[in-house]
Each structure stands twice: as C-alpha cells, then as structure tokens.
C-alpha cells in the first residue's frame, strides 16, 4: 500500500479548494495516495479564537486579492463566491457517506462541490444545492439525503473534527499531514513537495 | 534609480527576520533595491485584533516548528528566543535615525539586530543589549541612546506605523510591497520572485 498524503480540508475554505486542484498531481509524483480528511474548519477557529479570513479586515482584503492571484498562477479557475462562507454541513456528511460506501464517487463528488461553490457560485450551505450536485454526480438522491442526516455520520464528523483540532492541533484549511509532519497552507505544497523529495530536512 | 521593493518589518518577527536574510539575494536578481521599512506590528494586531503567533494555542506550537524547519530549508541560523515576543522600540528607533543619517550602517545594524535576537538569544527588548549591538557595528553609542528618545524619531515611527496600518493595510510582517502589489509571509518570496520575473500575471 502507498504511503499517504493526509488531506484536511472544510468546503468552505477557498485555499483548501485550491490545494485540492494540485495535491493529486503531487502525491503522484512521489508514488503516495491523497487521504481526504474533512472535518468542521469552524470549531477550530473556535479553539483558537479566530475566524474567517474574510471576517478580518486588512487581512481580509488581502485574502481576497490572493485567492484569486493564486488561482491565477496555478491556472485554475476561481470566482470569489457570495455568499460566504457556507456552512456546509450536509455536503460534509455526504461526503463521509460516500468514502464508506463509493470512495471514487466520494472524490468526484468533493471536486464537483468545491468547483460548483468556487468557480460557479452555488451556494453549497443549500441542501437542495448539494443534492443536485451530488445527483450531477450520479450519486442516488435519496440515499445522498439519508446519509445527511444519519446520526453515525454526524458522529463520525466529529470524531474526525476531534482527531484535527483536538489530537493533531489543525487550525486551519488546508492541511497536509505527511508521516506526521504537517504543512499548512495552499502555499506550502511546495515546501511539501520538496519535503517528500528530500525525505526531510 | 532602480525600482524598488519595500521590505515592511518589526523587530521582533521570527518569519521577517528569516526573509530579511533573503530579499536582498532577490531584489538584486531583478535589479532591485530594498527598501526596509520598519513599523509596529503590535498597532497592526491590535487593528485586526490578532496577536503574536505563538499567543495562539495550535497556530502557535506549528509556528514554533515552522520557524525552524524553514530556517533549515534557506540554511538561515535560527534559535528560538526566549523571552519572545520582544517590543523592540529602542532598535527601531535607532534603525530611522540611522536611515536618515547613515543608510549603510543602519543595514548593518539591521541584520545584526535581527541575527542578535533569532540566532543569539540577546534580548533586543533591552535598551542596553541594543545600544552594545549599536556599538558593535561601530555606532556612536551617545547619539544612537540621544536618537531612542527623540521625540522626532518617535514621531516618525508612528508616521510609519499609519502609513503600514492604515494607508496600506499591512497587517503582518514581513509584507513586501513591489509596485503597489503586496505579499504577505516569508513563504510569499518565491512568489514574488515570480511575480517580477513575469512582470505580474
């Protein structure tokens, strides 16, 4: 079995959607597996007693700015969506859902919800929203309904919101976790990059 | 004249101190010159209502372990200080007084400053431990301790600090500035070296 590539993310955050266009590519390059961890990005503001990045103000307007610098010079398209941040509860459910019972549908469906709320707009704190971009998806509606609101699925979010904020202290969105060693930041795939080359430094 | 990149900076910055020992390297790959502007950054937290990283719980022990595994990757000598943060109004004072007086010496005394906190644990909050620094580099030590409580100098800070928090919106250091496009963190220099070696994107 590949070595992995710890992938935490929240589908609210605009540079966890960037990373989540170029992590795939990276973990190749250095013969790992991408393991996508979602858990809930706003307990861990709480932890720490932060918040949003939008929500401060010079670091806000900057942020802005930067989401879509970045988007630029990794050629990947990025439209600042309104409004936000979504809570996006449901397609967090649903995605941890899908890991247990359709892994490959579970990563579709995660770049389909992060480029349907980043690049078009839609706004995935709507039930309705995520149930028809899960049904975009080919994933059963129904069943994709259930498993919002499955009492062992919203345990699970919380167990894996736990195991972030409160075991490996995560704080923010993304974070890649490689043999223990964590990088955060949609600007640190390159330092990870170089960490796998190097094996460490 | 060459075009410029403005280097804004605090003192006590663990991350401005290891960019400090890049930009030059980078300015002069782009025919550039640094031009090191000093400001509080406390009065940037204070505005944003944040604080120093390590004041955070999680975002503070990552920090702690990202100081020194960067360092490690640009091969900068990097010890932890302890006390940290410093509030290191004396060194900037004298740092303004020597940019008006002397511009090669407050360089100088800028490196030195930092290297004197981040590799030698000296503690630059010390009016003491800054004018021995100031003495080292050949400073007279009478006019550097005259320029920490000039009333002008203070004043000339505080302009630094507004133009920083209030005109420009830096809320953290160290912010480079090239041709009015910001960059914040000094894990934003490879970008920036992209940025004027593309002329933007």
Same mark, same amino acid.
């Given at each position: 079995? $590949? $070595?992995? /590539? @710890?992938f935490w993310f929240d589908f609210s955050s605009p540079y966890a959607y960037l990373a989540s266009e170029r992590i795939e590519d990276l973990a190749a390059r250095h013969d790992r597996t991408v393991v996508w961890r979602p858990f809930l990005l706003g307990i861990a503001f709480k932890a720490e007693g932060t918040k949003p990045l939008t929500h401060y103000d010079a670091k806000g307007r900057y942020s802005v700015h930067d989401f879509a610098r970045s988007a630029r010079l990794w050629n990947i398209p990025f439209e600042m969506p309104d409004p936000f941040p979504a809570a996006a509860l449901d397609a967090t459910r649903l995605f941890i859902w899908l890991q247990a019972n359709d892994p490959e549908a579970a #990563?579709?469906?995660l770049h389909a919800t992060y480029r349907a709320y980043f690049r078009d707009n839609r706004f /995935? @704190?709507?039930?309705? #929203? #995520?149930l028809a971009i899960a049904s975009e998806c080919g994933i059963d509606v129904a069943a994709a309904e259930a498993a919002m609101t499955d009492a062992k699925i919203k345990a699970r979010l919380r167990e894996l919101t736990q195991e972030a904020v409160g075991d490996r202290g995560v704080f923010g969105a993304p974070t890649m976790d490689v043999d223990g060693e964590m990088f955060w930041g949609a600007d640190r795939l390159d330092m990870l990059d170089q960490w796998l080359s190097r094996g460490g430094w």
């Open positions: 079995m $590949a $070595a992995e /590539i @710890g #990563v579709t469906f /995935i @704190g709507d039930r309705d #929203v #995520v």
